[in-house]
């Protein structure tokens, strides 16, 4: 029920640490078209650029796509009023499947494929989390559970600033998900349009070298659950926090007048906070998941030669200069062996000379 790209495929097959999985809400229910057709192209070719395969996440048709060409990301991409393509969790799938239509996988759907087909590392905007007010309307996003039950890295740019972020650092604790920041100073948790949310989080990672070994130690040691690493959006992009603060409560307001509940709270605000801040925000958002999948495929790179044992370019160039003198060059010792065995049916065996 899986059709894998070929590209992804034979990465998989040989290199599985080089992919790195792509959402695609972000492109059926995060942005308008055009721009979520140029953002969904530009992000695939910055992993592509940074040395890593990506691979975006959809259901086109009934059926999971792991990897999408052009033609599939611009049908997705036009879906301008969410009708024909169903934003796609866990509980959505097998209906989704089942009726032959096409899905934008949200974080949890993504994770879910992700792990199913052994996608390490995974990048997207921001996750999740639990609403404003969850203890009341116990309105918790299934990415967080994903995450507690999925050994996939998650990179983002938090947790979107419209939710509850402590309240949701604390769900992901008790999920068993390590929470952490990449290049933050002091640990400052970011919250998608904004640098810092207030809250901090367990860890900071200072590169892809140590954020690598962390997911290497994380799989050796069989835990299961994922991590969540986040990214400040980049400085030049982020937006005042008073000022949004302001605009998610009157978008949440809104929100609230109308009605508007379940999956659909999330896409609703985020139109709603691109229109009151004059298209701002949708430029933070294309921005940062932009830095996202940059620093994902940095990670993936680093993965792969920690776990392959491959040698970085200044590696090489060490190893070529000592080899110039004949000083430290390769001996190679090796040897086939082959058996051969047979079977004998016959009683009556005659060896002739």
């Given at each position: ?257 109308k009605r508007i509940q379940g999956k659909e709270v999330t ?87």
């Amino acid at each position: 029920m899986i059709d894998i790209a070929p590209e992804v495929r034979e990465t998989l097959r040989h290199t599985p640490q080089l992919v790195v999985a792509l959402e695609s809400t972000i492109i059926t229910h995060g942005m308008p078209y055009p721009h979520n057709l140029d953002t969904a192209l530009e992000v695939e070719q910055i992993v592509r650029q940074q040395g890593a395969v990506p691979a975006t996440i959809a259901i086109v048709g009934g059926r999971i796509k792991v990897g999408l060409g052009a033609d599939q990301l611009r049908l997705l991409a036009r879906n301008d009023s969410g009708a024909q393509t169903l934003k796609t969790s866990r509980r959505d799938m097998a209906y989704v499947m089942a009726t032959g239509r096409n899905g934008g996988t949200t974080v949890a759907g993504t994770l879910l494929v992700a792990d199913a087909v052994g996608i390490r590392i995974f990048a997207t905007g921001g996750i999740g989390g639990v609403h404003r007010e969850g203890e009341r309307t116990m309105d918790v996003s299934a990415d967080l559970i994903e995450l507690g039950r999925c050994p996939v890295a998650v990179v983002s740019s938090g947790v979107k600033s419209i939710l509850d972020i402590p309240r949701t650092l604390e769900f992901l604790e008790t999920q068993g998900v390590c929470v952490t920041t990449y290049g933050s100073e002091g640990c400052e948790f970011p919250a998608f349009y904004t640098r810092s949310s207030g809250s901090k989080a367990a860890y900071n990672l200072t590169s892809p070298t140590v954020a690598a070994k962390m997911l290497h130690m994380n799989r050796a040691l069989g835990l299961g659950s994922g991590i969540l690493i986040g990214v400040p959006i980049p400085e030049r992009y982020a937006m005042d926090a008073n000022e949004m603060d302001a605009v998610i409560a009157e978008a949440l307001g809104d929100a609230e007048r109308k009605r508007i509940q379940g999956k659909e709270v999330t896409p609703f605000i985020l139109s709603a906070v691109s229109a009151l801040t004059r298209g701002k925000s949708l430029d933070a958002n294309m921005a940062l998941i932009k830095n996202n999948a940059c620093v994902a495929a940095d990670i993936a790179v680093e993965l792969a030669r920690i776990e392959n044992g491959s040698r970085t370019e200044m590696e090489q160039k060490d190893d070529a200069s000592l080899a110039t003198d004949g000083a430290g060059a390769p001996l190679i010792i090796g040897g086939s062996v082959i058996d051969i065995c047979i079977s004998v049916l016959e009683d009556d065996l005659k060896v002739c000379y």
